[in-house]
């Protein structure tokens, strides 16, 4: 995902996006727990989205004040 996406994005719908790269985000930790990954870059990539959502939601949130 890319940031330019994610700024296109709603409040409401970043907060959704969050919830499920979360709940994404702790499926892989689980599947990489029991060895069931298959890629584990995915982890990485997640935990970035996951990051750049916080980051843009912020600046939002900041800029609505």
């Given at each position: 995902m890319k940031a330019s996406e994610v700024r296109d994005l709603t409040v409401q719908e970043l907060e959704n996006k969050l919830v499920d790269l979360k709940k994404e985000l702790f499926a892989?930790?689980?599947q990489h727990t029991v060895n069931q990954l298959?890629?584990?870059a995915r982890?990485?990539?997640v935990k970035?989205?996951?990051a750049r959502v916080k980051?843009?939601?912020l600046e939002k949130t900041k800029s609505a004040q």
């Open positions: 892989l930790r689980f298959d890629n584990p982890l990485k990539d970035k989205d996951i980051t843009i939601l």
